[in-house]
């Protein structure tokens, strides 16, 4: 089992910046492959960032492409995302998520999942 406890979510403006925060627990982080995803009201969950075990490989979502970078550190069982230049519609909650196979958008895949921290941008 893994615990996944997501941070650093808030109310910014159009354009700044959050860097949040994935904190595994009850499962080795190096084991899994980790992802974000998010959720707007009203709107199914979609894929935003992913990394592989190592960190060597990532994924990004078309809409987060050159805005949001996604790292780890294995040795503090920790994933990020960091977010630029953010826009009203990168309002949701965002969620973590692990898995034990490679790189995957789907969320079906995923096995492990956090509680979500609420992103708010406002125009």
């Known amino acids: 089992q893994a615990q996944l406890v997501e941070s650093g979510g808030g109310l910014v403006q159009a354009g700044g910046s959050l860097r949040l925060s994935c904190a595994a627990s009850?499962?080795?982080?190096?084991?899994?492959?980790m992802a974000w995803f998010r959720q707007a009201p009203g709107k199914e969950r979609e894929f935003v960032a992913s990394i592989s075990r190592n960190g060597a490989v990532t994924g990004y979502g078309d809409s987060v492409k050159g805005r949001f970078s996604i790292s780890r550190a294995n040795a503090r069982n920790t994933v990020y995302l960091q977010m630029n230049s953010l826009k009203p519609e990168d309002t949701a909650v965002y969620y973590c998520?692990?898995?034990?196979?490679?790189?995957?958008?789907?969320?079906?895949?995923?096995?492990?999942w956090g509680q979500g921290t609420q992103v708010t941008v406002s125009s």
């Open positions: 998520a692990a898995r034990s196979g490679p790189l995957d958008t789907t969320i079906r895949q995923y096995t492990y």
């Open positions: 009850g499962r080795a982080l190096t084991s899994s492959t």
